[in-house]
Each structure stands twice: as C-alpha cells, then as structure tokens.
C-alpha cells in the first residue's frame, strides 16, 4: 500500500512540474511576442512611437529579416516592401491590378485622345519618408504610383499627335522623358517616398477616339 502511495506521489509531483514547465514555456513564448517584432527578409520596419519621449514616425528603421525589441502598446513596426513592385494600370479590366478599367487617357496635341496601358515597376528607397507623407496603407501607396504615372504621361505625351504614338521611336522616347517626370514628381511632391522609380513606362495603345 505505501508503495502504490509513493508512486502515486511521485507521478503527482511529476505532473505537477510538467504542467509548471509547460505555464512557463507558453508564457515566455508571450512575453517574447509582446517585446519582439519579426521584419521579413523582403521588407523594412518603420518604427512609429505612439507616446512618450519622441512620437511619431521615427528615422530608425529595422533592417530586413530581423527580429527587433519594442515596448508593446508604445511602439507600432509598419512592414514595408523593399523590392521591386510592378502596378499594372489596364483598359481590360481582367489584366490590371485593380479592378475596373484602369488605364491613362492621354489627351493629345491634335484634340483627339489615346487610351495607354501602363506597367510600372517601383520600389521604395525611403520607407520612414513614405509612411509620413501618405501613411501605412499600402493602397495609399499604389494610388501615389498611379496618379503620379498618369500626370507624367499626359505631360509627357501629350505633346504628340495621334500619329505620333504608332512611330515607336517616337513614342518610346517620350515614354523615357514620362520616367523621368515620374521620378521627380515623388522628390517634388512627397521627398522622394518611392525614390528610384525603377524600371520602365511602358504599354501598348489601348486604342484612340
């Protein structure tokens, strides 16, 4: 009978110190989530303060595929990507990123009007100074790419004539010069929130009318 008793003692005990270790796994396992913050490889962290000492969004950035401390309820990571990201601006409504029809009107020298669809490649050189000036929505951010596309290719194309946009050389060139207006419409307007607009303007004609 004391045997049985001791056993049953010691398989309390060890359940006891089994339930204890796992309590104390899970809760550090909580502490660590609550003052830790994962940056994927792919994307920067903006650290933005919400009170105490400096708020706001803060120049300090976590580097890509980190884990970074923070102060749960005081400090907010907005993720940002880093790579080269592609908005595809379509009259078919089945092709572009958005649904709907999404392409440029150009309105044109001779008084007629070019419908152009539009691949642009953009990425993010600094990621603090786009949270600032248009917020932690990524939407917000492609809607920058879009209208900043747009003005630059109707003041870019919107010289030629009807005509001129079936001359390839001609409508490639001005397509270059509709980059670079794009480039210095994000340092002109929002300090450079998407930096380096890389890559090309491109599309064929959606048609005219």
Known sequence: MATQETTVATHRRWTRAAAFVAALVVGL???????????????????????????????EVAPAGTLVWQWPMRDEY???????????????????????????????SDGSQVYQDVTNLWRVVDAPMLVRQLGANPYAWENKVRQTSAQALIKALGP??????YNAAVR?????????????????????????????ITGDIAGNR
Do not use: C
């Not at 830790?36 to 903006?46: K, M, Q, R, S």
């Not at 409504?93 to 309105?107: A, C, K, L």
């Not at 030629?160 to 946009?165: E, R």
């Not at 340092?187 to 090309?200: A, F, M, V």
């Open 29 to 59: 396992t909580i502490i660590v989530s609550m003052f830790t913050e994962y940056v994927d490889p792919w994307e920067v962290g903006v650290k933005k303060v919400k009170f105490l000492g400096t708020t706001g969004i803060q120049d």
């Open 78 to 108: 907005i993720h940002v990507p880093v790579y080269i990201q592609k908005l595809e601006q379509s009259a078919d409504p089945s092709e572009g990123s958005r649904q709907g029809r999404d392409d440029v009107t150009i309105p044109t």
């Open 160 to 165: 030629l004539t009807t005509q001129d946009f």
């Open 172 to 200: 490639d060139s001005s397509a270059e010069v509709a980059r670079d207006y794009m480039n210095n419409g994000f340092r002109d307007t929002t300090g450079d929130t998407t930096g380096d607009t890389t890559g090309d």
